[in-house]
């Protein structure tokens, strides 16, 4: 089987040159490609990209115009791998290359996908924390099986990468659209190292944006959920309207409140609007999808030189 690895780039300079040299080493004898999707970044990745290019016969680079976000990246690399694998890698070094074979070996069982897990994570606690997050919201939204930890770090076979780039929406979710396509999905626990360099691009709008992204192209459940709340929240005015009224009628001297009123507006006010938002946000990514957003703009694609042998 020929081998893609998947690397979306972005700010890492300091690493990826040791990534591509280590992912040589490992990979020697094997028939592998490399594809690296520099994701419109900030730092010298793309002159880096382009260096490693001229020296390898089995890497090929594809630079992104502008940041489309690193599913998007992996979604442009997936439809530009020839493998009958492909493996998802990281830039940051924090899974070894050499860890790869034992994803290899685990997919040659009969599996679709297998997700690398970890006996320790070295993330930083708030990387853990919405790993922790993704994983509960994955697991009531989307199906996940319980206890498979969705690692970026997995392989893929060619079959379910073919229905996986199928995907045209401006707002791919990878574990997503592998949850939707199959469930012979297998685990292999790996090494997990300290980041070598700088830290994670993942802030909170980064999660955040992840989240809805998970939520709203992938799931109907937020809006099920809304109808729920709606509901209870409409028994909850039901029964204190009866309350009110009884109260009123037992003892007319009491005056009418304006706490309770006040708080009866904010209440359903805030529900409303938290409604109206979720609405928005369904209504908002179908326009963006009905619109033609590309997932990627290519700005260049570098293929070896002939000469490199």
């Known amino acids: ?28 004898g094997l028939n592998y490609e490399v594809v690296l999707v520099n994701d419109c970044s900030v730092d010298d990745s793309e002159r880096i990209c382009m260096a490693i290019v001229e020296g390898c016969k089995n ?43 034992k994803l290899y070996w685990e997919l040659q069982k009969g599996y679709d996908v297998v997700y690398s897990c970890y006996d320790e994570k070295k993330h930083s606690l708030f990387r853990n924390m919405g790993s922790a997050i993704n994983d509960f919201f994955a697991t009531v939204l989307i199906g996940k099986p319980k206890g498979l930890y969705l690692s970026s770090f997995k392989i893929i076979h060619r079959d379910v990468v073919n229905e996986v780039i ?37 802030n909170i709008s980064r999660l955040v944006s992840l989240y809805l992204n998970m939520f709203v192209n992938f799931s109907i459940k937020p809006l099920r959920l809304m109808i729920f709340l709606g509901f209870a929240m409409l028994i909850v005015g039901v029964v204190l309207l009866v309350a009110f009224i009884t109260e009123k009628i037992l003892n007319p001297n009491i005056p009418i409140g304006w706490t309770a009123i006040a708080t009866l507006i904010i209440t359903f006010s805030g529900f409303q609007i938290l409604f109206l938002g979720v609405m928005g946000e369904y209504v908002g990514k179908q326009y963006l999808d009905q619109n033609a957003t590309p997932q990627w703009t290519v700005k260049l694609i570098k293929t070896p030189p002939a000469h490199v042998g």
């Open 166 to 202: 199928k995907y045209k929406g401006p707002f791919p979710y990878i574990d997503g659209l592998l949850l939707r396509v199959t469930s012979n999905i297998g685990k292999v626990t790996v090494k997990h190292d300290e980041r070598l360099y700088g830290k994670s691009n993942y």
């Open 59 to 101: 890497v090929t680079l594809i630079s992104l115009r502008k940041n489309a976000g690193e599913h998007n990246a992996v979604m442009c690399g997936l439809n530009n791998i020839t493998g009958d694998c492909a493996v998802i890698l990281d830039d940051d070094f924090q899974n070894p290359p050499s860890e790869i074979v």
């Open 1 to 28: 089987m020929k081998l893609s690895v998947v690397i979306p780039v972005y700010n890492a300079s300091a690493t990826i040159k040791l990534l591509v040299d280590e992912l040589k080493q490992t990979l020697l």
